[in-house]
T-cell receptor, first 113, second 116 residues
Framework: DGGITQSPKYLFRKEGQNVTLSCEQN?????MYWYRQDPGQGLRLIYY???????QKGDIAEGYSVSREKKESFPLTVTSAQKNPTAFYLC????????????FGEGSRLTVL | SQQGEEDPQALSIQEGENATMNCSYK?????LQWYRQNSGRGLVHLIL?????REKHSGRLRVTLDTSKKSSSLLITASRAADTASYFC????????????????FGQGTILTVHP
């Protein structure tokens, strides 16, 4: 089946540790996105990428890093510099770089202990 | 910054009633989209309306867009208990020349509860 796979679904981390969230898509989409969602809140854009080896900061990029070495993969690293990393993280992709609907993964819930 | 602001934040109705949610945004856009999210899940795309369109229908969904007021509304007719979810609007921003950034930003969402 075509789609977006995020892993792990649940992740616990100690303060001061970096953690990497995986996002893989087999839809042959050019553009990929990472969003953060806090309880009862909307989605805030962390990073997005419209083409391999290129990405742009979103509205809340501080404390996060990404790479886009392959078209199908867009991993997100939550670094120790992120002051409040506990949240629900959503990855999405779309065919068009500048338009079109987003297809979402099922999310990764990160809890910092 | 959040581009879209949904109104109301929460809406509770009975099955069979219509539900209307509103979204306002701040910048120029080339399209506006509506998504649905069941609790703890990823979002699902519902409908996209382009900046040169005023109204669009899809099944029980009706979306309007007023670019002069920078606002949109989503109407769900004859609601069902299964429509219970959070609904978000999202906008594709463009610069002053109409060029898209490829940046899709979301509003805070409306939580819809439909009682059987």
């Amino acid at each position: 089946d075509g789609g977006i796979t995020q892993s792990p679904k649940y992740l616990f981390r100690k303060e001061g540790q970096n953690v990497t969230l995986s996002c893989e898509q087999n839809l042959n989409h050019d553009a990929m996105y990472w969003y953060r969602q806090d309880p009862g809140q909307g989605l805030r854009l962390i990073y997005y990428s419209q083409i391999v080896n290129d990405f742009q900061k979103g509205d809340i990029a501080e404390g996060y890093s990404v790479s886009r070495e392959k078209k199908e993969s867009f991993p997100l690293t939550v670094t120790s510099a992120q002051k409040n990393p506990t949240a629900f993280y959503l990855c999405a992709s779309r065919t068009g770089r500048f338009t079109g609907e987003l297809f979402f993964g099922e999310g990764s819930r990160l809890t910092v202990l | 910054s959040q581009q879209g602001e949904e109104d109301p934040q929460a809406l509770s109705i009975q099955e069979g009633e219509n539900a209307t949610m509103n979204c306002s945004y701040k910048t120029s856009i080339n399209n506006l989209q509506w998504y649905r999210q069941n609790s703890g899940r990823g979002l699902v795309h519902l409908i996209l309306i382009r900046s040169n369109e005023r109204e669009k229908h899809s099944g029980r969904l009706r979306v309007t867009l007023d670019t002069s007021k920078k606002s949109s509304s989503l109407l769900i007719t004859a609601s069902r208990a299964a429509d219970t979810a959070s609904y978000f609007c999202a906008t594709d921003e463009v610069d002053a020349g109409g060029t898209s950034y490829g940046k899709l930003t979301f509003g805070q969402g409306t939580i819809l509860t439909v009682h059987p």
